[in-house]
T-cell receptor, first 111, second 112 residues
């Protein structure tokens, strides 16, 4: 069964600190993995996308890693800001066109 | 994303009523999707369309129907709403050439 599991479910950190969110998946055949940011009351917005051959991808203060052998991905947020407070969703695409969504990690950044 | 709009943004209705949610896009994408999001669950696919008049069921299509009369518009209908259809509904679009979905702002539907 295709599944995407994320941890932790929720996380609270102080502004300026770093944090790492985890995503484990069992999806076959794997096409790509994407991290989305979803602000409260809004639709998800893409942060990064990685294919099988890529093991790291950065977008500003966001860095995603992918280990295709262990089927794990992480999203590292550096020097967190209040605006980083949101849900972060890991989505794995199974070829040719199926998307499997994780339940998300809810991040709260405190001043 | 202003390129994908959904109407209404919020709707409260009663059990048994017919409801239509609209999605419009100006991105020129051929593929459109309807998802629902429930607390503690990932987004789940209801229906998707790869082109005008093309309709495909997702994993939770029971109780829903869709219409794709134009490339830019994809509407979702609940013929007879029930309380467990209370959820946040998202429309998404995607071009055939590029593997990224763009989501609308969502419609919060409450069925009493």
């Amino acid at each position: 069964k295709n599944q995407v599991e994320q941890s932790p479910q929720s996380l609270i950190i102080l502004e300026g600190k770093n944090c790492t969110l985890q995503c484990n998946y069992t999806v076959s055949p794997f096409s790509n993995l994407r991290w989305y940011k979803q602000d409260t009351g809004r639709g998800p917005v893409s942060l990064t996308i990685m294919t099988f051959s890529e093991n790291t991808k950065s977008n500003g203060r966001y860095t995603a890693t992918l280990d295709a052998d262990t089927k794990q991905s992480s999203l590292h947020i550096t020097a967190s800001q209040l605006s980083d407070s949101a849900s972060y969703i890991c989505v794995v695409s199974a070829w040719p066109y199926k998307y499997i969504f994780g339940t998300g990690t809810r991040l709260k950044v405190l001043a | 994303d202003a390129d994908v709009t959904q109407t209404p943004r919020n709707r409260i209705t009663k059990t048994g009523k017919r409801i239509m949610l609209e999605c419009s896009q100006t991105k020129g994408h051929d593929r459109m999707y309807w998802y629902r999001q429930d607390p503690g669950l990932g987004l789940r696919l209801i229906y998707y369309s790869f082109d005008v008049k093309d309709i495909n069921k997702g994993e939770i299509s029971d109780g829903y129907s869709v219409s794709r009369q134009a490339q830019a518009k994809f509407s979702l209908s609940l013929e007879s709403a029930i309380p467990n259809q209370t959820a946040l509904y998202f429309c998404a679009t995607k071009s055939q050439a590029y593997n990224e979905q763009f989501f609308g702002p969502g419609t919060r539907l409450t069925v009493l």
